[in-house]
């Protein structure tokens, strides 16, 4: 997405390790941030969002945080698992409408 | 038909040949979407519709049209295709209007244009 940038594009861990993916954006209307897990040949799927009025929020072993100060979010994954490799993408809702712009992805592998 | 659906699934196209692709969604929302996903680039929204009778160019709309005669179907139309328009379409649809819906996207049409 035009406005809203990830990093790193590629993260290899080890399996029971924890794993962060980092997401800024550029506008500051934007308060709502998704996150998308797409595993290979497969939709993207909703794992956890976060809206604005909130810093954290966390299911299980996914966590995100969000800045709003420094237009920044992030996710978290602990004791991670073979079956998390997948690209994660997060996004941010645009100003108008309810569409979103996207991060470029990044590419997790855990391996055992 | 369950949730969002798209069709065809694949498709090989000449290039300058019309192409439309079709997304059905049973979930009675109000909004929809087509994004393009190419590698290393993320997913680009095209055009949306934020309600039935009502469209929108997203942040690559060129070569693209879309038409909202219903609640239900969001068809994607290349007038002309290009190479460079080969990629995988999604297609997603939201509940009514909150940018804190979730989006459910189709299982994505892959098209190559030669």
């Known amino acids: 997405g035009e406005n809203v940038e990830q990093h790193p594009s590629t993260l290899s861990v080890q399996e029971g390790d924890s794993a962060v993916i980092k997401c800024t954006y550029s506008?500051?209307?934007?308060?709502?941030f998704p996150w998308y897990k797409q595993e290979l040949g497969k939709r993207p799927q909703l794992i956890i969002d976060?809206?604005?009025?909130?810093g954290e929020k966390k299911d299980q072993r996914i966590a995100v945080t969000l800045n709003k100060t420094a237009k920044h979010f992030s996710l978290h994954i602990t004791e991670t698992q073979p079956e998390d490799s997948a690209v994660y993408f997060c996004?941010?809702?645009?100003?108008?409408?309810?569409?979103?712009?996207f991060g470029k992805g990044t590419s997790l592998l855990v391996t055992p | 038909i369950a949730g969002i659906t798209q069709a065809p699934t694949s498709q090989i196209l000449a290039a300058g040949r019309r192409m439309t692709l079709r997304c059905t969604q049973d979930?009675?929302?109000?909004?929809m979407y087509w994004y393009r996903q190419d590698l290393g680039l993320g997913l680009r929204l095209i055009h949306y519709?934020?309600?039935?009778?009502?469209?929108g160019k997203g942040e690559v709309p060129d070569g693209y049209s879309v038409s909202r005669a219903n609640t239900d179907d969001f068809p994607l139309t290349l007038a002309s295709a290009v190479p460079s328009q080969t990629s995988v379409y999604f297609c997603?649809?939201?509940?009514?209007?909150?940018?804190?819906?979730?989006?459910?996207f189709g299982p994505g049409t892959r098209l190559t244009v030669l």
């Open positions: 997603a649809s939201s509940r009514e209007g909150s940018s804190y819906n979730e989006q459910f």
């Open positions: 506008d500051s209307a934007s308060n709502y």
């Open positions: 976060i809206r604005s009025n909130v």
């Open positions: 996004a941010a809702n645009r100003p108008t409408g309810y569409a979103l712009n």
């Open positions: 979930m009675r929302h109000n909004a």
């Open positions: 519709s934020n309600t039935a009778g009502t469209t």
